[in-house]
């Protein structure tokens, strides 16, 4: 349980924050430690449930096991590996000290997403006629993608952990705010013409989304 101070929140709430596997206590300004017992103890069942519905961290160690686009891959530490990381077969095989191994994923990781997220993202927009201005790959809290004003796209690199028609929907999606700013039917027309069924990937995401923060 962590307790959360915001100025903007306007009254006592519980929120679940599954990248860090915990439930945080938002007190609005003003709010005192006695009201904030009392709503704890009120809701004490409801946050034992969902401390229990956390799914347990998987952290990138020899052994663990990584859903890599779809395909279940275990981590393997060869001390005399040449390239530092290098994917075979059903397998992610790492190379270097073995406090090293954390660090050496999570960038492989980084780099597939931009490299699978530019193909898919820059695909899509030739589609549609468009250019995106700039691409990132970031770890949002919230977010799995995201298309400013000014043509610039941003995915979570999370999203390689997802099967692929799930990144093929986030890319499509935030494609489609190139030309259509909004959620009205034009831009779901839209989404569905870069990706058709892409109804799979959202139910995916909205089911499923949250325990991908349990990586890394």
Not at 99 to 120: N, P
Not at 141 to 167: D, E, K, T
Request: charged share 25%; hydrophobic share 45%.
């Amino acid at each position: 349980m962590r307790i959360r101070a915001s100025t903007r929140a306007r009254r006592l709430a519980l929120r679940v924050e599954p990248r860090a596997g915990v439930v945080d206590l938002v007190m609005p300004a003003g709010a005192s430690q006695t009201a904030a017992d009392r709503f704890l103890s009120a809701h004490a069942e409801w946050v034992a449930a969902r401390i229990g519905e956390l799914p347990p961290r998987i952290g990138f160690t020899p052994g663990a096991v990584l859903p890599i686009l779809g395909r279940d891959c275990t981590i393997r530490h060869v001390t005399s590996l040449a390239i530092e990381v290098v994917r075979e077969g059903d397998e992610l095989l790492v190379g270097g000290p073995l406090d090293e191994i954390g660090e050496k994923v999570a960038v492989w990781l980084r780099t597939l997403a931009r490299r699978v997220l530019t193909e898919r993202a820059e695909g899509f927009a030739r589609i549609l006629g468009r250019r995106p201005t700039r691409l990132t790959i970031r770890d949002p809290r919230s977010r799995w993608g995201s298309c400013s004003s000014a043509g610039r796209l941003s995915f979570s690199w999370r999203l390689v952990l997802a099967p692929p028609m799930v990144l093929d929907y986030v890319a499509a999606h935030e494609v489609a705010h190139l030309r259509k700013p909004d959620h009205g039917p034009r831009f779901w027309a839209l989404v569905e013409r870069l990706c058709p069924g892409y109804h799979d990937g959202r139910v995916w995401l909205r089911r499923h989304g949250a325990r991908l923060h349990r990586y890394g």
